[in-house]
């Protein structure tokens, strides 16, 4: 099994005058995205604000909302649908299983994005569905069937993409991995509070490392009580994606968020997996990980005015 970088995502283009606009938002536990794209779907602006989780979700969205309208002003043009990405399954009163950001499940996305930016279409999904989409239309998988992304950010999460779709599952709640048990590293605890980005930025306060999950993987280069901390965590993470695989049988697993920028985090799971799986899948690395939600935000959008209401 091994490990490429996929195609670098396009460059945001400068704007071409007044037109229909389409708007993206992708919220976070740490940080949220906002772009606006014309309607093709390329971005024209873009900006990225903490989202300050402990102050609440009310602040949160009032803030993202607030950006976006600036960003909408600034490129000018009538805005004609928006596509969001929310941790959690979205339910239309409601959002389940987003633990991340205080009072997150009382808010109702689409209702509020449509009616303080009066947009007449609003398109609403899981942020990691919405990673898949964008690596579906724009990224890895494109050519690539079935398919698993695997989002390491400020949680865990995976998405399972067959022949072209975004599989969500009987209650939405398809890939939502953070929730499994754990075994070895922690017993009796879930696999989020076990590998996750504020896992590891736990396990680097426990070991008295500043920079947390990334001065942790830097600090693990070598070989050392470090080292094997941060391997019993990938070892926890790599069971479950094995057992995924093992289900899926998927021919590429991309990998999106924040952590998957370590290369010696990427190294170790890629070795983990290659040691057990009959058939192993090429992994990657997303071109746009950081990004990846925000431009299936802006694809949802794109989709929601050519779908029928």
């Known amino acids: 099994m091994n490990v490429r970088l996929a195609g670098q995502a396009a460059q945001p283009v400068a704007p071409t005058g007044t037109g229909p ?13 906002v772009g ?8 024209l602006a873009r900006e990225r604000v903490l989202t300050y989780a402990e102050q609440g979700a009310p602040q949160a969205l009032d803030r993202a909302l607030e950006l976006a309208a600036k960003l909408v002003a600034q490129v000018g043009g009538p805005l004609t649908a928006a596509g969001i990405a929310s941790p959690g399954v979205v339910r239309p009163d409601g959002i389940d299983l987003a633990p991340n950001v205080p009072g997150w499940d009382r808010l109702r996305l689409a209702e ?8 007449p279409a609003v398109a609403v ?3 990691l569905n919405a990673a898949a989409l964008a690596e579906l239309r724009l990224g890895a998988l494109r050519d690539a069937d079935p398919g698993l992304v695997v989002g390491l950010g400020t949680g865990v999460a995976a998405a399972v993409t067959v022949r072209g779709e ?9 890939g939502e991995i953070g929730y499994a048990v754990a075994g070895a590293a922690r017993p009796g605890v879930m696999l989020e509070a076990t590998f996750s980005g504020r896992a590891l930025d736990q396990l680097a306060e426990e070991l008295l490392l500043p920079g947390g999950a990334t001065g942790l993987a830097v600090r693990a280069g070598q070989p050392g009580g470090i080292r094997d901390a941060l391997l019993a965590r990938v070892d926890e993470l790599a069971r479950h994606l094995v057992t995924c695989c093992l289900l899926v049988d998927p021919q590429r697993v991309v990998l999106v968020g924040g952590v998957t920028g370590s290369d010696l985090i990427r190294g170790m799971l890629v070795e983990r997996m290659a040691e057990v799986l009959p058939y192993p899948p090429e992994v990657v ?3 746009f990980p950081d990004d990846a939600a925000l431009l299936g935000a802006v694809i949802l959008a794109r989709e929601a005015v050519s779908a029928p209401h």
């Open 112 to 119: 509020a994005v449509r009616e303080r930016l009066d947009v």
């Open 21 to 33: 606009l389409l708007l993206g938002i992708d919220f976070g536990g740490t940080k949220m995205a």
């Open 285 to 287: 690395r997303s071109g």
């Open 166 to 174: 975004v599989l969500s599952g009987h209650h939405g709640a398809a």
């Open 36 to 43: 606006v794209a014309d309607r093709q779907g390329r971005l």
């Open 125 to 127: 999904d899981n942020d």
